[in-house]
């Protein structure tokens, strides 16, 4: 089920500073348009009960914003801090009364013609829309299809970073999926191993053990993928990154797939198959732990949320 479209919130930041979201455009001819020459990112914001947002693992999503941007040698505005706290400000500035999306965007702003990462000129926004379920309507187990089209490999385009080019791969897979009547694609890479889904990362349980593609599958190195190996180490879950076959998603036990998006979502069904224990122990344990830790309820996991007060700065401009 495509994502449904959402209304952005009001603020962007756009060149340096807070703009209304109408106002942050780019010409025709800029070379991110032209060739997908442009990294992004995608960040959760948790609304909490006390009217703040707690901002998912915003060091570590902007951590590989910025290497992603090293591979297009894009240029960004400041370090780590800028780019964390004009996400902060932006926050402050929306005010968002329910869970939220961050999109930060940077590209090849040069309005040269031929395709060369080479060309000057990096431009760097954020913007926010409200985001629920990813997947659309309540949750529930998600119906896969093995793609016939393969993960752009690293000899190609870098599918470890978040490059906007390489969705082109993403959104054709994507389409295949859903006009076949599925929720999404399951991709393999070139050498026909298990790679991921569309835009969320993929494990099995199989006799107990968490398993998912190493980052040199051609995956993106997702932030929930990491995130989840280590919320399975505090719930005594042991995990391997190693090759998965493909028949091997039919006789997993259980099956799932993970992103700032998809969060933690559960797979019913592949190629019509039915995953072996519809009960899915494991992943919920997985999920409702990751459902604890975004709302704050786990102490000793509350560094890897950005906790954003929006009462407190209320008149501060
Ligand atoms: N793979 C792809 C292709 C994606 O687009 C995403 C979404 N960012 C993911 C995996 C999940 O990554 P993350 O957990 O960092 O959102």
């Given at each position: 089920m495509p994502m449904a479209v959402n209304q952005f919130l009001e603020y962007a930041h756009f060149g340096g500073k807070i703009v209304?979201?109408?106002?942050a455009n780019v010409s025709v001819a800029t070379l991110a348009l032209q060739y997908g020459l442009s990294v992004f990112g995608g960040i959760r914001g948790y609304h909490a009960d006390d009217g703040s947002i707690n901002i998912f693992r915003l060091r570590e999503h902007f951590t590989r914003f910025s290497r992603s941007a090293g591979l297009l040698k894009i240029a960004l505005p400041g370090d780590l801090e800028y780019l964390m706290d004009a996400t902060v400000e932006l926050t402050r500035r929306n005010a968002p009364g329910s869970d939220c999306y961050y999109r930060p965007f940077a590209f090849k702003s040069d309005l040269s013609?031929?395709?060369?990462?080479?060309?000057p000129g990096g431009a760097f926004t954020v913007y926010m829309l409200p985001l629920g379920n990813y997947f659309g309507g309540e949750p529930r187990g998600l119906r896969m299809q093995v793609s016939s089209w393969r993960r752009v490999a690293d000899t190609q385009i870098p599918a470890r970073g978040k490059i906007g080019g390489a969705y082109v791969n993403s959104a054709i897979a994507k389409d295949e999926a859903v006009i076949n009547g599925y929720d999404d694609a399951i991709m393999l890479n070139e050498l026909g191993k298990v790679a991921e889904a569309s835009a969320a990362n993929l494990f099995i349980v199989r006799d107990g053990v968490l398993i998912t593609p190493g980052?040199?599958?051609?995956?993106?190195?997702g932030i929930t993928r990491r995130s989840v190996m280590e919320l399975a180490e505090d719930l005594g879950i042991p995990v391997k990154e190693r090759d998965i076959d493909r028949s091997e998603l039919y006789i997993a036990d259980e099956v799932f797939v993970c992103g700032t998006a998809a969060q933690v979502a559960p797979v019913d069904q592949i190629d019509q198959r039915h995953i072996g224990d519809p009960t899915q122990p494991i992943t919920t344990r997985l999920r409702e732990h990751f459902e604890a830790v975004v709302r704050g309820r786990v102490p000793s996991r509350a560094d890897w949320l950005t906790r954003v007060e929006i009462g407190a700065l209320v008149g501060a401009d």
């Open positions: 209304p979201f109408a106002e013609l031929g395709p060369s990462i080479g060309h980052i040199t599958s051609d995956v993106l190195e």
